[in-house]
């Protein structure tokens, strides 16, 4: 049976699975590869039809005992992001009373938004969550929340047309008010799975671990490929790949356990996160 891996369907991830889909790392176990948005993968992965996948980082939060991060590697920036994006008639600081649309592909940056507006801007929205479309999104709320390559190309577009909103940077604005990295998605692998098949997990870790390497040296054909998938300009594409990290050492676990701490008092977690379980260090 081949594992089921997830794949976020955004240029995120691209510097991890292009390797992997152009063979360019051998991979000792077969693969069957599912591609979707984050909601999509962690609903996947919670129901069991997934065994390993980039699952958003508070969905780990609320599932640490079945869930086990594997080592060395995530989604996350240090700052400015560039693909988790507010889009604002107004500053947020103004936005005391108004409706803010999130989108329904995400998870952590919901939960990102929620906790920036509760504790940096200390500001009280009510949010409703809606389809990833900018324009329809701003003709009921004042504000609106997009991810991924949606953010990306929605943000490129309000900068070259000049158009009369704010763009909101999360990644930066968590920067400002923590001064820590932000981990939006962690590689994981259902506890379950791991126990059952350790070789099949070392096996993956290793192959995602090279896919990586590889894809780090390979940038010029990244925006090739991330160029003839979306049409952004070069410099967007070069910037992007520049901004988004892929490691998980000690300095990103410090962020994600901060992010947990806020998203445990606003009661977006039931339970405090103060143990990450890890593939070959907690676990394995």
């Known amino acids: 049976m081949p594992v089921r891996l997830g794949q976020v369907d955004y240029l995120n991830c691209l510097p991890v699975y292009y390797p992997l889909e152009k063979k360019l790392v051998p991979c000792s176990v077969p693969l069957e590869i599912v591609k979707g948005v984050p909601a999509f993968l962690n609903r996947l992965f919670i129901e069991g039809r997934l065994d390993v996948t980039p699952l958003s980082s508070i969905e780990y939060a609320r599932r640490p005992d079945e869930t086990i991060i594997l080592p060395g590697l995530s989604v996350s920036a240090d700052g400015r992001v560039e693909s988790i994006m507010l889009f604002s008639r107004r500053p947020p600081l103004e936005l005391e009373g108004c409706t803010v649309a999130l989108t329904g592909s995400s998870a952590t940056s919901v939960a990102l938004v929620r906790i920036l507006f509760a504790y940096h801007y200390q500001v009280e929205a009510s949010f ?16 609106a929340l997009l991810i991924g390559d949606d953010a990306l190309v929605a943000a490129t577009r309000v900068r070259e047309q000049g158009l009369p909103l704010r763009v909101i940077d999360l990644g930066a604005a968590w920067k400002e008010f923590t001064g820590e990295m932000m981990v939006y998605a962690l590689w994981t692998v259902r506890r379950e799975f791991a126990v059952n098949h350790p070789e099949e997990t070392a096996a993956l870790v290793q192959t995602l671990a090279a896919a990586k390497a590889e894809g780090t040296r390979r940038v010029g054909e990244l925006v090739r490929e991330a160029r003839r998938t979306t049409g952004l300009p070069e410099e967007v594409l070069k910037d992007y790949f520049g901004l988004i990290r892929h490691d998980f050492d000690e300095k990103y676990r410090r962020g994600l356990l901060r992010f947990y701490d806020y998203a445990y008092k606003l009661g977006l977690i039931e339970e405090r996160v103060n143990t990450l379980h890890i593939w070959g260090e907690t676990v394995g």
């Open 128 to 143: 409703t969550v809606r389809p990833p479309d900018l324009e329809a999104m701003l003709r009921e709320a004042e504000a």
